[in-house]
């Protein structure tokens, strides 16, 4: 599981620290963290275009939600 944390007061830096001595955690670098694989980026711009192009093969969120449900 990964989470994105912002760390707002100096004791949870202290308990993240501890964590992480302890092995229960993985700090990873910001540039890590948002490395997504090109392949992935080119089929998320390629989906993009397709439903730009083609606004008919939307669907609402209810519907997707619905057809979850049939399967």
């Known amino acids: 599981m990964t989470y994105h ?5 100096e ?3 202290a308990i993240i620290e501890d964590l992480q001595k302890k092995d229960a955690l993985e700090v990873v670098p910001e540039e890590e963290a948002f490395d997504v694989p090109q392949w992935q980026q080119d ?4 989906r993009v275009d397709k439903y ?3 606004p ?3 669907i609402d969120e209810d ?3 619905s ?3 049939e399967d």
Do not use: P, Q, S
């Open 63 to 65: 519907t997707f939600f």
């Open 5 to 9: 944390i912002r760390i707002k007061k």
């Open 43 to 46: 089929e998320v711009r390629k």
């Open 67 to 69: 057809m979850l449900n």
């Open 56 to 58: 008919e093969l939307l």
């Open 52 to 54: 730009k192009n083609n």
């Open 11 to 13: 004791y949870a830096a």
